[in-house]
């Protein structure tokens, strides 16, 4: 029942964050310093890992259906089936983890210690709404950070998985071969599907990382608890969204 | 002076603003069944400076965030200028500068951008102008070299200072100090208490300080409340602090260190 409760409280105060922080669009222009450095800050926490982690996603992709194409038929088809998987899958939902775990977790600490020493509160009495200097501008960095990280990923990802299709020699199939199914099979429309969804997963897990941290209340040592809950609540968020997303998108 | 009318010219600009009352009404504060505040009832007037003295954990700094609506009373009620102060409006409506006791900078920004955020968030002036009103104020507290350090790198006093300068940017109608001189060398104590006289007599802002010196309450202070237990145990001027006979409030003001008997073996008396 309690944390019946809590799951509530939580949805509520996370909706009325975001409720604060719209009213505040007009003043994104003023704030564009703050935007950029957040942007920055996506982009350098996440992008290297991003682009580590694809390579190797696109390579096991290649890697496993080579494997079972074996026995199953043509092996070109592994462009395809890594392209496919890539762009509407796990591209998406991989980057939003790295970005729950590098990104999520330093928002949730910062804006954590920021309000337990008080410093939200100086805000408040200075009449500086928190939602607008603190969260707008990383929702608005998110969005726009999102689509690149996506986009990243799944390059990094197909051609990953182009030189394991090259280079392992149960596979061998030329890149061209390789390109040429994921060109005739897959439209702009798969991989605008896999940002799309990225682009709710990212935002989500920022804003949730936000009011977890905002929320926090007592000592320094609730920083560590927020923390350890924000990066929690945003894995269960992501699977949920995902599944929820990808079948309201395949209609 | 020629200042005798109720208004708050800034100290920073020529802006007249009326100086603003703050009334506790009844005011009870609890913590889930721990009770902070009782029925506290209380008025300061505009251009008053009022000093709150009491026991460390009596409830000041609570009763203080009241006043700017950081938290919201159990019972009761807490207006500032006639405005309920646990309306998120009223700060937008009557500027109230509060300095907290820990002082509260915002540890990611430089001590000069901590002056400078609410003059540019508000868009007050220009960035000639904040210039000239942050060094002005950096000045007041000796802190002009100070101005790039971040919070991290400054003493306790030091940050108390930055966080009264970072108040006093904002050219409040209310000002409230939690402990401002705690931390400070009697030389800076009696400095802060110069700064918070001064700030009164010119500009008649109403001030209340939250502070265990005795010497910045009787001196500046025009009246002096004393919470204990969560309760107004004295409420006057400074002449009736000194005449006080109330063996607590006596005892309070003038602790004799009495090691035949030391206070933490006396038998608690029930209050
Ligand atoms: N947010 C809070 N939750 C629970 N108890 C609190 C909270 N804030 C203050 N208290 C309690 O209220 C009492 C008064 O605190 P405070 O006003 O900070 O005392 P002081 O007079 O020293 O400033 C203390 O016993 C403190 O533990
Ligand atoms: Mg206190």
């Not at chain 2, 920073?12 to 029925?39: I, M, N, Q, R, Y």
């Not at chain 2, 540890?107 to 508000?122: I, K």
């Amino acid at each position: 029942m309690k944390q019946l409760n809590d799951i509530l409280e939580g949805i509520g105060s996370t909706l009325l964050l975001l409720a604060r922080a719209a009213r505040y669009v007009g003043t994104l222009p003023r704030q564009f310093g703050r935007f950029v450095e957040q942007c920055y800050v996506i982009g350098y926490t996440t992008m290297p890992i991003v682009a580590v982690l694809s390579f190797f996603i696109g390579s096991v992709l290649a890697l496993e259906s080579g494997y079972a194409a074996e026995n199953l038929g043509p092996k070109q088809f592994i462009g395809l089936l890594v392209g496919l998987s890539m762009a509407r899958e796990l591209g998406p939902m991989m980057t939003a983890v790295l970005l729950a775990g590098r990104v999520g977790s330093a928002i949730t600490a910062e804006l954590a210690s920021m309000k337990v020493y008080q410093e939200v509160d100086a805000l408040e009495t200075m009449n500086i709404p928190p939602a607008r200097i603190l969260v707008l501008p990383r929702l608005a960095a998110i969005l726009v950070m999102m689509p690149v990280l996506g986009i990243v990923a799944d390059l990094v990802g197909w051609f990953g998985g182009a030189i394991i299709a090259k280079y392992t020699h149960f596979i061998s199939i030329e890149p061209e071969a390789y390109f040429a199914t994921m060109r005739q099979f897959m439209d702009f429309g798969d991989v605008g599907n896999g940002l799309f969804k990225g682009e709710i997963f990212g935002f989500v897990v920022v804003l949730v990382c936000c009011n977890i941290g905002l929320s926090t209340r007592g000592g320094p040592r609730e920083i560590g608890a927020s923390v350890t809950k924000a990066v929690v609540t945003s894995l269960i968020l992501i699977l949920v969204l995902d599944f929820i997303v990808s079948k309201a998108l395949m209609k | 002076m020629p200042a005798t009318t109720h208004a708050t010219r800034n100290p920073f600009s020529h802006a007249e603003t009326p100086a603003v009352g703050v009334k506790l009404e009844d005011l009870c504060k609890s913590f889930g069944s721990f009770e902070v505040l009782k029925h506290i009832t209380l008025s300061v007037e505009p251009g008053e400076i009022f000093v709150l003295m009491g026991p460390s954990g009596s409830g000041k700094s609570v009763l203080l965030k009241h006043i700017v609506g950081l938290e919201l009373p159990t019972s009761g009620r807490v207006t500032v200028d006639g405005l309920d102060a646990a309306d998120e409006t009223t700060r937008e409506k009557i500027r109230m500068a509060l300095v907290f006791q820990a002082g509260a900078l915002f540890n990611s920004l430089s001590v000069y951008d901590n002056l400078a955020l609410y003059l540019r968030e508000h868009q007050l002036a220009d960035e000639a102008g904040i210039r000239e009103k942050v060094m002005r104020a950096l000045q007041i507290l000796s802190l002009e070299n100070a101005a790039q350090k971040f919070p991290s790198e400054l003493s306790g006093g030091m940050k108390k200072r930055v966080a009264i300068a970072r108040a006093l940017v904002m050219e409040p109608q209310l000002m409230l100090y939690d402990e401002p001189t705690s931390e400070l060398d009697p030389v800076m104590s009696a400095t802060i208490a110069e700064i918070i006289a001064t700030l009164k007599d010119e500009y008649h802002v109403t001030t209340i300080v939250v502070s265990h010196d005795r010497d910045l309450a009787l001196n500046i202070g025009d009246r002096i409340g004393i919470l204990m237990g969560g309760e107004l145990k004295f409420l006057g001027t400074p002449d009736e602090l000194r005449q006080s006979q109330d063996p607590e409030v006596v005892d309070f003001l003038n602790p004799k260190i009495d090691l035949k008997n030391p206070r933490f073996k006396r038998l608690e008396t029930p209050s």
